[in-house]
């Protein structure tokens, strides 16, 4: 069965700081991985996705997160972040066929 | 502009009484879908369609059904509420299914007394 978690319900950085949030998942096949983001009071928007090709993807706003297939994770980075990143994110894995969202982690930037 | 739009943006609706909540989008996506959201957790798909007149069950469909009129519209029903589904619930659409980017509505928060 598919799942995703993400341990992490709350993380707190201070602004400038580097960040890493965790997410780890079970699926049989070969996964599409997402990242998500939600402000307040809005829908999810894309961060990332990968399928295949170099395990590390990039995405907007210097995010990045890392494939590591021995591992089953897909963990979410960025080397500083800002206090515009504070918001709920979510990883969600795929097959095509059935979609499982985290739990979200939800991130303050303090000042 | 926003590519997905849901109304009402809010409701509050009686144990037992019909709701509905629509979907709206201007991306031309041919696959739309329905989730909900609880407090702490993440989405559930409830119902998802890939083409108009046509609706699928998701991984929690019961107490839902889906209405797909259109190429970009999308409907949920619940015709008798129940407390338990209060939630805030999601539309989105993508262009191939599930393994592509979805694009999400702002979401509609429903509270059943």
């Known amino acids: 069965a598919q799942s995703v978690t993400q341990p992490d319900a709350r993380v707190t950085v201070s602004e400038g700081a580097s960040l890493q949030l965790r997410c780890k998942y079970s699926y049989s096949g070969t996964p599409y991985l997402f990242w998500y983001v939600q402000y307040p009071r809005q829908g999810l928007q894309l961060l990332l996705k990968?399928?295949?090709?170099?395990?590390v993807v990039q995405g907007v706003n210097g995010f990045e997160a890392e494939f590591i297939k021995s591992n089953s994770s897909f963990h979410l980075r960025k080397a500083s972040v800002h206090w515009s990143d504070s918001a709920v994110y979510f990883c969600a894995v795929t097959g095509g066929y059935k979609v499982v969202f985290g739990s979200g982690t939800r991130l303050l930037v303090s000042p | 502009e926003a590519a997905v739009t849901q109304s009402p943006r809010s409701k509050v609706a009686v144990t037992g009484g019909k709701v509905t909540l629509s979907c709206h989008q201007t991306?031309?996506?041919?696959?739309m879908y329905w989730y909900r959201q609880d407090t702490g957790h993440g989405l559930r798909l409830i119902h998802y369609?890939?083409?108009?007149?046509?609706?699928e069950k998701g991984d929690i469909p019961d107490g839902y059904k889906a209405s797909r009129p259109s190429q970009e519209n999308f409907s949920l029903i619940l015709e008798l509420a129940s407390l338990s589904q209060t939630a805030v619930y999601f539309c989105a659409s993508s262009l191939l299914g599930l393994q592509d980017t979805q694009y999400f509505g702002p979401g509609t928060r429903l509270l059943v007394l």
């Open positions: 990968y399928y295949s090709g170099d395990p």
């Open positions: 991306n031309n996506h041919d696959y």
């Open positions: 369609s890939y083409v108009a007149d046509s609706t």
